[in-house]
């Protein structure tokens, strides 16, 4: 979080990248008493998350008898992969029932993936378009068996499509998602597992930066050929400067004058940020929604959930420790919203966390014995 925070901070003080801006006009709403607001915000928020990581550690069971799928076995996996599948194919199958093939073709060539999105979401209804979520945890798990067993196959392949077709229609969060919690659980797994090379890890960074290049401009890249700028490298900077600068501006326009925020619509008025964009601090957000006692709510959400977290830390040898990267990741974005309890984060906590304890009965400790494939 706090590093997510410094980043944002970083792109805010920088001058425009492009003509198109940094996502908002430049006010002279902020001040040093916003500033130290923030500063208050986020230590309130590492050190209420500490104590409760410290007390989840605590609560911890030590015992090493006991059931659990480990995470050798390929079994929650593949049927992770599946439930994607079936989520992104409704999902597709929604689009195209609404547009028409032709017409979904046209906007997924023509940099408008963003129109895609806006229909999927039009009378949208949570349940079966929901399991698209799923595919984060599929290729998460993906990841980290090609890591540590490097193990490939068709299940990997079809997690990867999974993801792809997701993120292609949703957020480029997919994908930040699904790396953080595959890269991480290899880096904290306490079974056996392959060393990562240098070439290994360019070729993941290399990868990412080249997914997140098509997901931008597959969405916003008309919008920039509009003010002039035909280059994909600039179009794609100007996109990165503007998503992570706007939510520092909202957060410190905001801290700097509280008195004067009553609802969303001030908050963009006081910072100058651009309506189109959506997601501009969880600070802004939180501070609408209780005023003063904001402070109280993020501290003990954060206490909440981190503590949650400190006990599926000790999980490092089965499937429950997805779920710890599962709420890492809600704490990564609280530079930029809360999501603790949006509906995506409702769906990946239930099939990481719930859902292997359910099928525990069913598995058990099946996988424990360790064959590199």
């Not at 923030?38 to 015992?63: D, E, H, M, N």
């Not at 595919?135 to 980290?144: E, K, P, Q, T, Y």
């Not at 959506?278 to 981190?306: D, E, G, K, M, P």
Request: proline content about 2%; glycine content about 8%.
């Amino acid at each position: 979080m706090l590093i997510s925070a410094l980043v944002s901070c970083t792109f805010w003080l920088l001058p425009s990248l492009t003509p198109a801006g940094k996502g908002y006009q430049e006010t002279n709403a902020t001040s040093f008493f916003g500033g130290v607001v923030l500063i208050f915000w986020y230590g309130a928020i590492f050190t209420t998350s500490y104590v409760g990581f410290k007390i989840g550690s605590f609560l911890a069971p030590r015992s090493r008898v006991r059931r659990r799928m480990y995470l050798l076995s390929p079994l929650y996996y593949r049927i992770l992969v599946i439930v994607a599948l079936i989520g992104v194919g409704f999902t597709y199958l929604s689009i195209v029932g609404k547009l028409g093939i032709s017409s979904t073709v046209a906007l997924s060539s023509e940099y408008s993936a963003n129109a895609l999105k806006a229909t999927l979401y039009e009378n949208y209804q949570r349940g079966v378009l929901s399991l698209r979520y799923i595919s984060i945890l599929a290729f998460g798990i993906g990841l980290f068996r090609f890591l540590a067993f490097r193990e490939i196959g068709i299940w990997l392949i079809l997690s990867f499509i999974s993801l792809f077709a997701n993120a292609f229609v949703s957020s480029r969060m997919s994908l930040i998602w699904t790396i953080l919690i595959g890269v991480g659980m290899f880096v904290v797994y306490s079974g056996e597992k392959r060393r990562l090379s240098k070439r290994l890890t360019l070729g993941i960074i290399s990868g990412t930066v080249i997914l997140l290049v098509i997901f931008t401009v597959s969405r916003t890249y008309n919008t920039y050929r509009q003010v002039g700028i035909d280059s994909v490298f600039a179009a794609t900077m100007g996109e990165v400067q503007r998503y992570l600068a706007s939510p520092f501006q909202g957060a410190i326009s905001v801290a700097s004058n509280m008195e004067s925020v009553h609802d969303v619509m001030d908050g963009y008025a006081i910072s100058g940020i651009d309506t189109s964009l959506t997601t501009n601090s969880a600070f802004l957000q939180l501070y609408v929604q209780y005023q003063n006692w904001c402070f109280v709510v993020v501290c003990l959400i954060s206490l909440f959930v981190s503590t949650i977290m400190g006990i599926l830390y000790f999980e490092r040898d089965n499937y429950l420790l997805v779920g710890y990267f599962v709420m890492i990741y809600p704490f990564a974005e609280l530079w930029r919203g809360n999501i603790f309890f949006a509906g995506i984060t409702i769906v990946l906590f239930t099939f990481s966390f719930l859902l292997p304890l359910f099928l525990n009965p069913i598995l058990g400790i099946h996988g424990k014995r360790h064959i590199f494939r």
